[in-house]
Each structure stands twice: as C-alpha cells, then as structure tokens.
C-alpha cells in the first residue's frame, strides 16, 4: 500500500509524531556534523545529508545500556529490570541503517531472546529515507541492504520531487500514518512507477553491479585465507575498535555494574572484537593475543558461509562507516578485496 | 539523547568528538566528520572517553583528614584549613609548592601557577611529567627559540617522508600513526629510528635499529648525510643558520653509512617532510643534546620552512604543552619563557599586582621531597614521575597536603584536605595539544555530589590570597589567559560552539640556530660483563592514568599485567633468552653498576638483540638497577 | 518472556574450604519455589553474581539428582571470585541459569565411563559424577583418574575417600609433588591409564583440567584408540552474556556458552578459532 505526502505537509506529520512519542533524527548541530538526536521540533529534522557517522543502532543499543538494577536493603538484595519501552521514532535512516537495525533485532531475538533490546526494538517505529543518489563510499547493493528496500521497514519514503511516496511495510508504519491520515492520499500509479525508476537509477549509480563478498566468503569459510595475509593485514589496522562502534551490524558488549548511591544499575557497555582483551581470560590466557587472529576472526564473523547459513544475511549492509572512521586502511571493502586477491594493496 | 563538542582529554593529538548523554547521563561518544584532527576518526581511548566519568572512583566531597580518617566537610571549611594551614607554614618560613598538571586545562594551570606564584609567593611550581620532556622542548628550543616549526598532524599524510625516532607510535599517538600510514600508503618512505621493531618499523622504508642511547648516534648521522646533500645542491637554506661554521667543522668526523645516505636522500628529494621525535624519557644533558641534533636536522633539510612540513613533539598526555604555556612549569613563566625574562616577570606583575618571588624554586621531584605544603592538581604524581613509589613516600611526609581532583587516586588517599572538581567531561575549559592547537572541552555532563569546576575552586583560593577576584566565568579566565601569555591573544576568540580552534603562532620562515655537539650515548654502555642494556621503555604509565584505570573497556589489559605480575617482568629478545637456554616466564637477576633485581622475563620477538626492557609501569620493580638512568648496561644470570 | 539479564536471588547455606585457594559454595534460591523451576544438566553453568562486583561464569558442581542444593567450586583468581570467597553463609547472592549444552547423560547409559581431571578440571565432572552414581545401575564401569599438583591441591578430598571405598567405582588419584604423608601415586595424570583396563570401544571419556594436561590426554588417548566422538571436554573463554549475544565467547560461529561449553574432540577440531 503507497501513500503521498506533500512535502510542507512533513513538518506536521513530524508534530504529530512529537504528541505520540520520542523521534530522534538526524539534526545538523553546530560544528557542521549530522547526528541521530531527540528533535523536540520538526524544522531540526535535516532531509538532505550524508549518513552520520555515529550510528542509529544506538537507539535500540545504547553505548551504556542499564539493565537491571540491584538495590541492597539491610543485607539483602532486590533487583529489577530497568524498563525503556516508550514510544519511539526514528526517523530519515538511510536503508542499509534500517536493515542493520532489523539484523540486530534478529540477534537479540534468537533463543535465549533479550527482552530489554526487545522492549526497545518493539516500541521504535523506523521510518527510512531511501537513497535516490547514493553515498560516495557505500555499496549496499553488495548484501541488499540497498539503495532502496523491498522489506524489513516500518515505513519507506521516496524523494520523488515535490512530494514523498509512502510505503507503509509493517503495522507499526500503519500506525505512524494512521495518526496524520488527512496528510496522505494514495499514490497514483504513475508515482508508484516513479519510485521504481528512481530505484534503478539508483542501483546503476553503483559502478559494479557485483560485489566481492561471494568469493571472500568462499575463501573465508574453508580456512583458504593465508596466515601470512591476516598478518600482513593487520600491520595496518590500529586497533581502535571505531569499526565495530560505528558498524550497524556489531553488537559485540561487556556487562559491568555501575555504582549510584547505594544501588548498582548492571549495564551492558559496547565492546570491540578487536581490542587485545576482548578474549582475555582471568588466568592471563588470551586465544586471541596476536592482533592478526582478532581481525580474522572479525571478518569470520562478517563474511563467512557459517554465519551467513545462521543468519540468513551477510553480516554487513554496506554503509561505508568503516572506511571513513578506520584509522588504519583495513575498512571492509579493502579487505574483502584482498581476500579474493589473495594480497593486500600496498 | 543530546551531543556536546569537546576535545579530547586523553594524549595530546587533540581530537574532538561529542559526549553523548541521555538524561543528564554520559552514555557514549559519536565522531566528528567535520573535527579539523580527528575527522571523523577515534582510537580505542577516544571511544571509552566517557567511561572514567561514568565508572571511576569519584571524589563527591571535600574530605579533611581528621584523626587520620578522611571526613566530609562543607566546602568553606576544606578551603578555610587550607588558607589556614598554607599561611601558617608560610609564617614559620617553610617552603610551600604545587604541581600543576598534564591533564587539567589551561584554565586550571594557569590559575594554579597564578595562586602559587603571586598568592604563595613561591615559585616551587612544576608538573610532574616536565622533568621527562623539558629537556627535549629545551633542545629544540636551542635551535629555533620559541618560534619551532611545529607540524599539523592532518599534513602528515601527504608528505614523501617522514622521520620518525620511536616510541611506539601506534600505541602512543595512533591519530599520528593513521596519518603516517595514509601517507605512506600515498607512497611515502618511512623511517623509523629505535631498539624495537614496532608497527611502524613494519611498514617502513628503512628502520635504523640501534641500541637504548644511540639515538642520537643515528640522528647525528642522518644529519651528516642530510648535510653533505645540502652541499651538493648549494641550498641557500643550510647557510642561512647561525652556527654554521663550527657546524660545518663538527660534521667533517660523523660516518655516513650507505643506509644513511639513503635516508638522507628521501628527506631531502621529498617535497614535504615531517620529523617526529617521542619522549623516550632519557634524561638531562644527553636528550636535550639529541633533541637539539634531531631539531638542526630538520633545519638543515630545509623542510620547516615549506608548507606542509615540520617537527612535532609526541608529547604524550593531552594538556603538557598548556601546563607549559600556562605556568606550571619549573624554571619557566607563563609563556613558557625563560624564568630570566624581565618583560614577562614586569607584565605578570602588573598583571597580578602582585611582586613575584626572585628565586628559581624546585622542580617536581625535588618539590615533593622538600616542601612542608603542597597543593596538587589533578595528578597522581608517584604514577607519572621517573621516581615512581619513592615519590609516594615522599608525599607522606608532607606536612600538609591539599589535592585537587575529579577522581580518587592513591595521591588523595595521602592527602590532608582533598577537593572534589569536574572531570574534563563535566567543565569548560581549553586543552593545547602538541600541534599548539588550543581547543574547547564542554560539559556534557553535571559533576556529582558536591564536586565543582576546577577553574572556579582555584578562583576562590587565588581570591582568599588576595590575588585577583574570583572569576564568574572561564571566559574571565581567558581573557587574563591572553594577557599573561601573549602569544595566547587570539584564544579568546575562540568560537562558543564550532570546531573553532586558534593554531598558536607558528612560522613560516623559522630562525634557527643550529646546534650540534654530537652524541655521547648512555652513561653505563654495554661491555663484556654487562653484555646487555637495560632500558626504562617509555616515559608515561597510561594504566594507572584514572581515565584509563577507572574505564572498564580501556584498563583490562593493564589490569591482567599487574595482576599476572605483582612484581613487574623485563622483556628480554627471544634470541638472547634462546642463546642462554632461558624460557618465558623464567626468573633471572639483573645487575648494574648501581644494583640488582630478580625479576621475570618475558620473551619478545621485536626486541633488539642486547636489549633488555622494563615497562614504563614497572620501573619500581627495577629501580635500583636502572638508578639515575633510563639506560644502563646490566649482566643477567639465574638467581 | 524472562529478562534474560534479570538474576534470581540465592543464599549461601555452606562455604566448604577446598584447597587454600578454593572454595565449594552451596546455594538455595531465596524463593522456594525457583528452586522447583531450576532444571539443569550435568556440565551446564550459572552466571553468578555478586553484588556490587560483578558476574561471573561458574560450572555448576553439583548433580541434578541433588537439585535441592546448588554448588560451585571456585578458584580465587581476581576481584569477582576474591569478594565471592569472602562471603559466608547466609549472604545472598545473584543466579542466571542455567546455561549451555550439558553432558548427554542419556547417551552415556549402558556405556563404560571413564574420568579424567586434573586440578580444578574436576568440578564440573563432578557433576555428572554424581549424577551416574545417584542412577548406578544405568552405567557401566566407571573409573575416576584425578590428579593435582600436590595432595593440598586436590579438591573434594573427602568425597575422593568416598569413590574410593566404593566397589562400583575404579578411583586413582595422583600428584605431580608428593608431600610429606602422601601415600598416594606420584607422576602426571595421563600416567594413571597404565594402571587401568582400557576398552576404547564402549567408553566414553570426560576429560577436564588445565589446557596443556588436556591436550596430553588427549592425544594419548586418540593413540590408545579412542574415537574422537568418545573423548568429550568442557571448554573455558571469557564470556559476558551467557546468552550468545556478547560474541566473547565465540569461536567461530560456534558459542562455548550455547553449543558448548561440552564438546567432544570432533567438535572441537572443527571449531575456527
């Protein structure tokens, strides 16, 4: 079912969903960067940008996550779930953003589930803005993660000029529009079909139709990639981690309690595969010490057939990130391209 | 979910990002694209800047030490006993310092060195990492004064070559080293200078591998070959340098080696160049000497003088070059000018209206060990000085103690009256990096129970010494800044929001004075029976930095080592330990001229043969070998 | 659905001194009737908190034939295990758990079992130990090799006297260094299979302890003609979560806390670090 708003109508749209709930966008702040925060009004919500480095992930996977809390009454302890289910929107994500958010719901929903993402996860409307020109560094088109999705939105909306079409994916879209309803009329077949053009042309944007992740795949899953590769690699990776912290896709934690007047709330805090201690046992034993088995074991987890049959999905959306935040050369794309070479660019 | 731009509090890169926060909370940190040092990228501490805040330790009350237990007490009774307490040692005529620190901003140094200097009319004024770098900023300071041609880390990536004497750059400065891989992933030769086969000797052109001390041996070297180029190509810049004809006759005697004629070949052929030294932590004389020769080379390359090249100073914590400029250091001015400097002393007494003491006053270590009153901010000196616990037996003795700081370290558990301020992410304030790059910190957070600015706490104490009001905002603060210091006159400027950020004065068209005495290696070399060198490796202990310590993602690694090693461990070069039959884990004893330990080892694959090294952390466990050296030649035998 | 992070509250009703650095902590939930809800296999573990410190990963040592009471037997190693040995009966602490595979104890029924453990390796096969003794007649021969650096190492001494008087039950118990009054075997644990009969091919093999002894085992073992399908372990990683989501415990795309910790050598083979 397709819909049209008209784009003054928008910022009404957006004040409707200010009455519902929380809706976080992208905002252009004062040193000239985008990123996804709370809008308290529909003028802060940006339309024309580049995807912002920081993540959206972090809505439904905040940096620091408070999960249960513990209180100590005399010498006894009660503890309790910290509860965030309000109402959220997260409004104008790129696609691949939306697909990264979907993989991680489905993370968290495999047995056992965790029901403090889930409540999140449950409660955020996506609504997603896809890429008409896509970004310079992106190559969604590798794992479907688009230019434009097919399913796995809440809603979709096209830039089709003066208007956006509506594509209303799940109840929750339904809901969002349902709201507003006066504000939307149905598209017309020719406006449908504008959408499709607009997808191809976006897709043709992209300079190679195919992508490299078959044949790394491949490579990665029979053990075919060289020691001597990974070590080669890894001299130009730095170890910040900025890969994970910034991938839609990773979701990789600690849990450490934090103390607050007399209680404890346990939270869950952002981790990175990375980082020497990741694996690093209490007896001083690490099965990951050298810095080549860490990046190995980071593309397995991205690239391989083994996850790929888990999950059903490559483990990456093609969002460009790492290749802008990498402080080393080793972003997906140059490594990816490496594997299936057999050596690294120099 | 809301954003603030600071800079970052960790090394002296200077990158900026923006704190996160969710209802008044810290919960995480985002990039910045737009950061004119970061762009958009982070290392591994960056990305953790907000847990310290969040997860350490904190000081929520003003403690006083009463019957030897720290008690809670209103603020106005904590700044009342230290008026009272640093007055009556004053009266009796017993000397009084502070510390200031390489982790405050310049807002707070600068008013801790005004309180100290014209408030306690002392100048018994340092911080403690400036005994490590002072003699290199001295060296360099021989060559080009004050005018050094200092490098924007975002050129480094486009230079042909670059000249690096390590450190370990990736685990130092990783921001430089991503600049220094882009570059040479453009094509650029890489040189590096060291005992260990780092990351960055992995992907360079040429990495001269020499022993602990002999540094200077392969930059004097380097400078030779560099020089005999120059003369080929009759280069104007070489002759333009005072000091050229005794230089001209000092270098008659240096070997060039091929591999060095190399080298000097890429530095001088390349159209832009960067020459990077790090704080290898050798002391007095002999580093000031080498940082003088690294700093001529640079000159004589002709390279400063172009856009696009030029020296940077890794030094390592991110505010050492404001603690400088803003006063707290030993024998200098604020301005970092020559104590002797009659301008500077006439315009800070104007300034202050207040006459300043005429005496040099003690350096850090010195400082600890000799005054009865002591105020220090935001620094846990035993954790940062070369002399480690000795210091914190020192700080024992003082009379009274009065320590500023946002988090608990085992400095405060020393101290008499301890003072709770904000930690970087909950004030306002500027940091200077290495570049001289003077950047915002914003609060993206409040302070916790009673804690409050730093700035404003030393406000108040200047004020009680009748120095100076207290100031209402860090905007008063900056503006006195930029009267102090001159050179700091375009900070106040400093834009309220945006990247703003004020490059201090840099030269085109440097001065410089070259300054060559060649190198004389360490004091105690290796010989038939002390076969090996052993060597402090670097200058700085980030695992018991409290941003570090008190994160839980930054300090496991550092955690588990001290853990694993109560008693500190050497590494030792898998060859040497094969030739001599001995495993990892293996306990040897290891002897100098000046005394022994028995200690670990641990086996590395990247050590130089005849190397022999003791983590920064652990120098305690190693002291009395090491004694006044960072280098000293020792024998190693089974106990 | 259950907070897959929310702990149930448990007391500890005995603290028992194993060596001068291990402890065996015995646990019944706070509220009766999660105990009735607390179904658990051989070789499975908790997640154990201690408030204000942390959690932690702990084999449960405990059979499920005993359900009543929960025990773990823990090393002191660190901050988390250092304020849990400081802990005396009555306090409280906190339980997520049951997690992992477990042994098959199904598929162990009618087979020869064999033991092998050294050191603190002998805690999570003492769960499955005493599971076969509580159902004895369902299995075949069984025999216990332990072993420890010295006789003061050995954990669960009393109980070791116990399997030793038993008729159905082949025990041998060494250590590396002998003490004064030690009457035992002295050599590593891999030198006890000469005293026993082994039948390779109606046995199944548990082996547990630190990883160079497991490997030794292992690899005589395999010579000795084991199938490596027969030779089962537990494996050990830094884990988080407990849950499969925090990835430290990953190798490869397999999860030591959901597919493991119980592997056999097969698996184990397979696993991409």
Known sequence: MAFVIEKQATTTWLQKLLECGEVIAPVRGPCGDILFSSVHSPDQVAWDFQNPLSPPKQVVLPQTDPLIKITRNAGSYEVEPVYDDGRRFLFNVRSCDAKGIAFLTQMYEMEPADASYLRRARSLTIISLACNKPCPLGFCICSGSGPFLSEGYDVQLTDLGESYLVEVGSEKGEAAISGASNLFRSATE??????????????????????????????????????????????????????????????????????????????????????????????????????????????????????????????CVGCGRCIKVCLGSTDMPAVVGAIRKGKWNE | ????????????????????????????????????????????????????????????????????????????????????????????????????????????????????????????????????????????????????????????????????????????????????????????????????????????????????????????????????????????????GGGYESFCQNVKNIKRTAELQQAAEWIVRAPRATFLLAVNGGHGDQSRKDAATFASLAAISGH???????????????????????????????????????????????????????????????????????????????????????????????????????????????????????????????????????????????????????????????????????????????????????????VEQLPKDDWGDVLLENSDNPDFQLDFTGSQGVAAPACAERPYVLVREGSFDWGRDPLVYYSPTLSRDYQSERKLFPNGFVEMSKRDADARNLSGGRRVRIASAHGDAIVPIQLRTDLKAGVVSVPYAFRDHLASVLGPDHATAVSIELP | MNDAFLPEIARLVGVADETPDTKTFS????????????????????????????????????????PHTLEATVRRTGQLTGALHRLGPGEEVGIRGPFGNGFDVAGARGKDLLFVAGGIGLPPLRSL?????????????????????????????????????????????????????????????????????????????????????????????????????????????????????????????????????????????????
């Not at chain 1, 007896?283 to 690239?303: L, T, W």
């Not at chain 3, 597919?259 to 083979?269: M, R, S």
Request: aromatic share 8%; with cysteine.
């Open chain 3, 129 to 273: 130990i005493w599971n076969v003794l509580d159902e004895r007649s369902r299995f075949g021969k069984v025999t216990i090799l332990y072993g420890a650096r010295t006789p003061t190492d050995l954990v669960y001494k009393q109980e070791l006297e116990e399997w030793g008087k038993r008729s159905d039950v082949e025990l041998h118990v060494t250590v590396d260094v002998a003490q004064p009054g030690w009457t035992g075997n002295v050599g590593v644990v891999p030198s006890l299979f000469r005293k026993i009969t082994l039948h390779p091919d109606s046995t199944l093999t548990y082996v547990c302890g630190p990883p160079i002894m497991i490997r030794i085992t292992v690899h005589d073992l395999l010579g000795l003609g084991f199938k490596e399908e027969a030779v089962i372990s537990t494996l050990e990683r830094m884990m988080q979560c407990g849950i499969g989501k925090c990835n430290h415990c990953a190798i490869g795309h397999r999860y030591v806390c959901r597919d493991g910790p119980v592997f056999n050598c097969a698996q184990i083979k397979e696993l991409v670090e």
């Open chain 1, 190 to 315: 020719e406006e449908v079909s504008q959408r499709q053009r607009m997808e191809v042309e976006a897709k043709n944007h992209f300079e190679e139709e195919t992508c490299h992740f078959a044949s790394a795949m491949r490579r990665i899953s029979t053990g075919r990639v060289q020691d001597a590769l990974w070590e080669k690699m890894s001299d130009w990776c730095l170890e910040c981690g900025a890969c994970n912290m910034v991938c839609p896709t990773c979701y990789c934690f600690s849990v450490k309690d934090l103390s607050e007047d007399g209680t404890w709330i346990r939270c869950r805090i952002w981790d990175s595969c990375q980082y020497a201690a990741f694996t690093l046992e209490a007896s001083g034993h690490n099965p990951r010490a050298d810095r080549k088995q860490r990046m190995k074991r980071r593309f397995f987890h991205k690239v391989s057939a083994q996850y790929y049959q888990r999950d059903g999905v490559v483990g």
């Open chain 2, 304 to 490: 400063p003088e172009r856009p696009g090249s030029g020296l940077l100073l890794l030094l390592p914590r991110s505010n050492v070059r404001g603690a400088c400029d803003m006063g707290s250091a030993c024998g200098h001015l604020p301005g970092y000018v020559s104590f002797d400097d009659e301008k500077a002393r006439q315009r800070l007494q104007q300034l202050w209206s207040k006459k300043l003491p005429s005496d040099r006053g003690w350096e850090a270590e010195e400082l600890l060990q000799h005054v009865s009153g002591l105020i220090i901010l935001a620094d846990d000196p035993p954790s940062v000085v070369p002399m480690g616990q000795r210091a914190m037996a020192a700080l024992e003795k003082i009379e009274f103690l009065a320590v500023l700081d946002a988090f608990v370290t085992p400095t405060i558990r020393a101290a008499h009256v301890a003072l709770p301020i904000a930690s970087f992410a909950e004030t306002e304030g500027t940091l200077t990096n290495m570049e001289g790059r003077v950047q915002r910190l914003r609060a993206a957070a409040n302070p916790p129970g009673e804690a409050k600015a730093g700035w404003q706490v030393l406000a108040e104490l200047c004020s009680s010494f009748g120095v100076g009001d207290a100031c209402s905002s860090t905007k008063d603060v900056l503006r006195e800044i930029t009267q102090a210091v001159p050179r700091y006159a375009a």
């Open chain 3, 27 to 66: 646990l019944r939930f706070r509220d009766a009737h999660n105990g009735g809800n607390f179904h658990f296999l051989p070789g499975q573990f908790l997640e154990l908190s201690v408030f204000g410190y942390g959690e932690g990963p702990f084999c449960i040592a405990s059979s499920p034939t005993r």
């Open chain 2, 1 to 240: 979910m809301s954003a603030y731009p600071t800079t970052c509090p960790f090394c002296a890169c200077g990158c900026g990002f923006y704190l996160l926060s969710n209802n008044g909370q810290l919960a995480g940190v985002a990039p910045s694209e737009n950061h004119p040092v970061s762009g958009g990228k982070l290392c591994a501490r960056g990305w953790s800047a907000h847990e310290a805040t969040l997860w350490g330790d904190r000081l929520r009350r003003p403690l006083l030490r009463r019957n030897g237990k720290p008690e809670p007490v209103p603020w106005s009774e904590a700044l009342d006993s230290i008026t009272g307490r640093l007055q009556a040692l004053i009266s009796a005529g017993k000397p009084v310092g502070l510390l200031g620190s390489p982790r405050a901003s310049n807002e707070e140094n600068y008013l801790a060195a005004k309180f100290a200097r014209a408030g306690l009319q002392t100048n018994n004024v340092d911080f403690s990492y400036h005994s490590t770098c002072r003699p290199l900023l001295s060296g360099i300071g021989d060559v080009y004064g004050d005018r050094t041609p200092t490098a924007s880390i975002s050129t480094i990536e486009s230079c042909q070559t670059v000249l690096l004497v390590e450190g370990d750059l990736a685990k130092t400065h990783p921001r430089v080293a991503s600049a220094v891989m882009k570059a040479v992933e453009n094509g650029a030769h890489l040189i590096t200078v060291g005992y260990r086969t780092t990351q960055m000797a992995r992907l360079s052109s040429l990495h001269l591998s020499v022993l602990p001390g002999d540094e200077g041996e392969v930059i004097t070297g380097l400078l030779a070959a560099v020089f005999d180029l120059q003369q080929q190509n009759r280069t104007p810049a070489a002759a333009v």
